[in-house]
């Protein structure tokens, strides 16, 4: 089993930024791709982005594409969100996930049926 904790979530005003944490803890030498996804209400959850937990393949969905960027520390456990430029449409609740399944490095990712674990989420509120 994996367990992931997020945090950094908060308001912020449209043109800021923000640093979502995720930090994961018990089976991690299993872990091949993390990834960070967004659910606003009403909407399905969506991609934003994901890295290989030991590599630097990344992918990232196109709304968030030159905005914000994934990165993960292996020694600390943690993967990390940078969101700049931020816009009310980034207002959602960002879950931190995490899979354990092999594949091609790509598109595969960027689905929640890659991932078997989903920390709690922390909201994130952008206004105008």
């Known amino acids: 089993q994996v367990r992931l904790v997020e945090a950094g979530g908060g308001l912020v005003q449209a043109g800021g930024s923000l640093r979502l944490s995720c930090a994961a803890s018990?089976?991690?030498?299993?872990?091949?791709?993390m990834g960070w996804f967004r659910q606003a209400p009403g909407k399905e959850r969506e991609f934003a982005a994901a890295?290989?937990?030991?590599?630097?393949?990344?992918v990232a969905a196109d709304s968030v594409k030159g905005r914000f960027t994934i990165s993960r520390d292996n020694v600390k456990n943690m993967v990390y969100l940078q969101m700049n430029s931020l816009k009310p449409e980034d207002t959602a609740v960002y879950f931190c996930?995490?899979?354990?399944?092999?594949?091609?490095?790509?598109?595969?990712?960027?689905?929640?049926?890659?991932?078997?674990?989903w920390g709690q989420g922390t909201q994130v509120t952008v206004s105008s």
């Open positions: 890295i290989r937990w030991s590599g630097d393949n990344t």
């Open positions: 996930a995490a899979s354990s399944l092999q594949r091609n490095w790509g598109g595969f990712y960027a689905t929640t049926q890659a991932y078997a674990y």
């Open positions: 018990g089976r991690t030498s299993s872990l091949y791709a």
